[in-house]
């Protein structure tokens, strides 16, 4: 069985990053956590530039990304560049590991006052301790500044190092009960049926993340599953013995499958269903209705996680902007970005249309949808909008 099948992916990993001054050790002390060379440790400033990353296992934690980040008082050009970088991992952190280095900890403050807004938790330290003569005096301004007592620890004798992993396990709140991403909409003995259309769009030999996570959980709930590609839909349903509890489909094809669907039937899709598991529905539901406010001079982001190059109707490419230009107009504007390429001012857009996003953490949509309330543009999701233009929403399964 490939990597790919039995690997946790990385949007399901908890990402703890490290960030702090150049020099201060932070690439030291994620070395010595991971108990191997991850990222170049160096005496010279600025060593380390694109965020480093490790996937890997914590006892008590499980699963784990590892982000090692720039400084953030790197200057100049390519500095700020950098500094961009770690800024962009800090919105898919779920653990910060911030460095504190000497008495000058105006950033260091800046900064953990950027985590407690987006409600990440902190782990204070203080690197380097075995080189240091204040270190006291300088945990004991710390803790005044911010009202937690930091950690000492020595990446070279591995002193707290212990500390810190136990620090970590405890930020990272592992015992809190699992988000599922069918919700309370299938249980035990629920018959559920897939529509899963193998078009151009999906991997040869492969299935798309969204389907194998949701049969995942289907089986681990008990649930009786039978999966059909879109043109076997009306063969699967009269193969039945009764109708599904649950149909979950592709957005592309939601008017296709409503038409078909038993009247006792749910339906749903797999990017509402991770939109609920990853974003903010209700926010999402919310945004949709600002498409009855466009008009051809408005402008629409497409925002895809992945990245990949442009196929024959790519549904975030294609797709979804013929379908907007046809109840719209030909002359709106539609721009589409992929990966993390999400442009800090969105003022310039009427609307933002997400991804299901199953290849980033629920962190960074979370950071995204803050984003975009403060800047006051509406957003929503890739199956919320293609429901809301069929004229079929409300009657779409959502997930509490």
């Known amino acids: 069985m490939g990597a790919e099948l039995t690997a946790t992916p990385g949007a399901n990993r908890v990402h703890i990053g490290f960030f702090g001054k150049m020099n201060s050790g932070k690439s030291s002390l994620l070395n010595a956590l991971a108990n191997q060379q991850i990222s170049i440790v160096s005496g010279q400033a600025g060593t380390t530039t694109d965020p480093v990353t490790k996937a890997m296992e914590i006892a008590g934690i499980g699963a784990c990304t590892l982000l090692d980040t720039a400084g953030f008082d790197d200057a100049g050009d390519l500095g700020d560049l950098r500094v961009q970088s770690a800024r962009k991992a800090a919105q898919k952190t779920d653990v910060a590991v911030l460095v504190f280095s000497d008495e000058e900890m105006k950033e ?201 190059a442009p196929l024959d109707e790519d549904i975030g490419r294609v797709k979804l902007p013929r379908l907007l230009r046809k109840r719209v107009g030909a002359g709106l504007t539609v721009d589409v970005v992929g990966g993390s390429d999400f442009p800090e001012d969105l003022s310039g857009y009427d609307l933002i249309i997400q991804c299901g996003a199953c290849m980033f953490n629920r962190k960074y949509v979370i950071s995204r949808i803050h984003q975009a309330k403060e800047q006051n543009v509406p957003m929503s999701n890739y199956g919320v909008v293609i429901a809301y233009l069929n004229g079929i929403l409300g009657q779409i399964a959502l997930p509490e």
Not at 154 to 182: C, H, Q
Not at 198 to 220: F, K, M, S, W
Not at 230 to 259: H, N, W
Request: glycine share 4%.
């Open 108 to 308: 260091e403050l800046r900064w953990f006052s950027k985590f407690q807004a987006s409600e990440t938790p902190v782990v204070p330290v203080i690197g380097k301790c075995d080189e240091r003569e204040n270190t006291e005096a300088l945990a004991a301004l710390v803790e005044t500044q911010i009202g937690i007592r930091p950690l000492l620890v020595s990446a070279k004798t591995r002193e707290g190092v212990d500390a810190l992993k136990d620090a970590l396990i405890r930020a990272a709140d592992v015992t809190k009960e699992p988000r599922w991403i069918t919700g309370q909409l299938a249980s035990d003995g629920d018959l559920v049926l897939l529509v899963m259309p193998q078009d151009i769009q999906a991997p040869a030999g492969r299935l798309i993340l969204p389907q194998v996570q949701t049969i995942r959980e289907l089986l681990d709930k008990k649930c009786l599953v039978m999966s059909v590609t879109t043109d076997k839909l009306g063969e699967a349903l009269a193969a039945l013995a009764y109708p599904p509890k649950l149909i979950i489909t592709d957005s592309q094809v939601f008017k296709t499958v409503y038409e078909q669907k038993p009247k006792e039937s749910m339906l749903t899709s797999f990017s509402t269903l991770f939109a609920a598991l990853k974003g903010d529905l209700s926010y999402y539901i919310e945004g949709a209705h600002a498409i009855d406010g466009l008009t051809e001079a408005s402008r629409v982001l497409i925002a895809e996680c992945c990245t990949h």
